[in-house]
C-alpha cells in the first residue's frame, strides 16, 4: 500500500466535503475548491475523514493513490489554513513595493514591473521591500505565482542579486582573479 495515500484525511469541524462521483469540492472560510479525482480513484467519506481507495496494485494506480490523497489533502488546508509563499529580494535599488492589489517591483530594469494577482492570491511587503508574501487558499496557484515572479529576475551566482524564495540557497562562484 501507498502509505501517502491509505492515510485519513482528517476535515476539520469548519470544512465541508462534497464528493459526487469522481467530483470532490471542498468549500471552507477561505474559500472553495474543485478537483475531478482520475475514473479509477475511489474517494469515500466517513465520519469526519476522507478515505482514498485504488482498484489494484499496478503501478499507475499506486501512483494515482497517493497523488490523489495528496491533491485533496492539499485542498482541505487551503481552505482551512491557507498556503505562504516568502520570496526575498537582493540587490541594490531591487525592492518591491504594494500599489493596491498589484505589486510594482524594481528589478534593475528601465522599468517597473507591476504583477496583477490572480482571484484567490494576495501579496504582503515587508522589510522596506526586500521580502514578499504571497498567500492563497490553492497550493498550486500560489507556487505558480511564486515561480513567475522569481523568473522576473533569477538569482545569479556571483553576487546573488536577484529575486529567491526564503529557503533557496544559491551557490556563490569566486569570478574572475586579477592581474598577479
Request: charged residues 30%; without cysteine.
Amino acid at each position: 500500500m501507498s502509505r501517502i495515500g491509505k492515510k485519513p484525511i482528517t476535515v476539520p469541524a469548519k470544512v465541508s466535503v462534497a464528493i459526487d462521483g469522481q467530483n470532490v469540492t471542498v468549500s471552507g472560510p477561505k474559500g472553495e475548491l474543485r478537483h475531478e479525482v482520475h475514473p479509477k480513484m475511489k474517494v469515500k467519506q466517513e465520519d469526519g475523514t476522507v478515505l482514498v481507495e485504488r482498484p489494484n496494485d499496478e503501478r499507475a494506480n499506486r501512483a494515482l493513490h497517493g497523488l490523489t490523497r495528496a491533491l485533496i489533502a492539499n485542498m482541505v488546508t487551503g481552505v482551512s489554513e491557507g498556503f505562504r509563499k516568502t520570496l526575498l529580494i537582493e540587490g541594490v535599488g531591487y525592492n518591491g513595493d504594494l500599489r493596491g492589489k498589484d505589486l510594482v517591483m524594481k528589478l534593475g530594469y528601465s522599468h517597473e514591473i507591476v504583477v496583477n494577482p490572480p482571484p484567490g492570491i494576495s501579496f504582503a511587503v515587508e522589510d522596506r521591500g526586500t521580502k514578499i508574501h504571497i498567500e492563497g487558499f490553492d497550493k498550486q496557484v500560489v507556487g505558480q505565482v511564486a515561480a513567475d515572479i522569481r523568473k522576473l529576475r533569477p538569482p545569479e551566482p556571483y553576487k546573488g542579486k536577484g529575486v529567491r524564495y526564503s529557503d533557496e540557497h544559491i551557490r556563490r562562484k569566486a569570478g574572475k582573479t586579477g592581474k598577479a
